[in-house]
């Protein structure tokens, strides 16, 4: 699997059976190729403050991938954007996934707009962390979540500060 870990709040551990450790703090994509196999383990760093994450697991495009790891900081935007975060080619500084997904950070302030195009053979997945997005008419709030195909461009407002994730791959 490749497992993208983002932390949004507080600090998450991670250890692991190869003897590698590190924190994730907020703003931080950690990507960890479980490959030929790899035993870890994550857990809240402080032992008073809450942690609040997303994980996402991806099936790689291949087998047999060397066990490996990458982190970084991802600084936020000053006003409404995307950022790559994760991808196959590791675009704009994005962390390196062994699948055809590009995995983006989305920031809109109150009132702010954002598109983005979909290739043909493309579809979306968009969660929102924080905030509320309208989508297609629909309000999605933080927690909520939706498939987007035959959508040109992928349109979003915000009535609200919001930050969510868009992940582009193949239909």
Known sequence: MEILTYVLEGALEHKDSLGNSSVIRPGEVQRMSAGTGIEHNEFNHSKSEPVHFLQIWIKPEAYGIRPGYEQKRFEPSAGSGLTPIASRDGRGGSVTIHQDVALSLGRLRAGGEISHALA???????????????????????????????EVPIALQAPEDAEFLLFDMRA
């Open 120 to 150: 043909a053979g493309r579809c979306a997945w968009l969660q929102v962390m924080r905030g509320s997005v309208v989508l297609g008419g629909e309000v999605l709030n933080a927690g909520d979540g939706a498939g987007i195909q035959d």
